[in-house]
């Protein structure tokens, strides 16, 4: 079973797939994983791509969507 988010699958990624993550502001860690939101395509962390999933954080261009969508009703 091939192993896509480490070492050679990673290398040809810009600063082998690290970055800082757009939801916990975390610095220096690997941003493999794709989430949309609102149309636009996120990459983010392991640990905020399970805390997505599971509901506990949300997407920050979603939390926007939420609170204009609030707003208009």
Known sequence: MSKAHRGK???DQF???RGECPVCKRNNVKILYEQEAGGVKFKICKTCR???KNGTKSLPQAEEAKTEET???
């Open 9 to 11: 699958g990673i290398r």
């Open 15 to 17: 600063a082998y797939g």
């Open 50 to 52: 399970a805390a997505i």
């Open 71 to 73: 707003a208009a009703s």
